[in-house]
C-alpha cells in the first residue's frame, strides 16, 4: 500500500481524481456483489430485476477486468435499488 500512495502522490490533481473515482467505483462494485452472494441471490435475478442481462452483471461484477467500464451512479443505484438496497452519496470537504 506504501507503494500506491507514493505513486498517488506523484499524480496531478486530474490524474488523482479519477484514480480517487475508479477506487471508489470499484469499492461499491464490490460491495454490492459481496451483498448479492449472502443474500444468494443470482446474477440472473439482478439482471432481471434492473432489466438488462446476466451477462452485463457478470461484466459489472469484475472490476479488475482490463475490459471494465466504470458504471455510472445511475447503475449503481439500480443494482443497490434491485437488492433492497439504497446507495448513498455523501459529501465531505476534501482533505
Do not use: C, F, N
Not at 471494465?68 to 446507495?87: D, I, K, N
Amino acid at each position: 500500500m506504501a507503494h500506491l500512495a507514493r505513486l498517488r502522490r506523484r499524480m496531478s490533481p486530474e490524474e488523482r481524481a479519477a484514480y480517487d473515482e475508479r477506487i471508489l467505483a470499484i469499492r461499491t462494485v464490490l460491495e454490492l456483489a459481496d451483498h448479492r452472494r449472502k443474500r444468494r441471490i443470482s446474477q440472473k435475478t439482478i439482471a432481471e430485476r434492473m432489466g438488462v442481462t446476466q451477462p452485463v452483471i457478470a461484466r459489472l461484477e469484475k472490476p479488475l477486468d482490463a475490459a471494465w467500464r466504470q458504471p455510472s451512479l445511475s447503475v449503481l443505484s439500480r443494482y443497490a435499488a434491485a437488492l433492497g438496497l439504497v446507495l448513498e452519496v455523501r459529501l465531505r470537504w476534501a482533505a
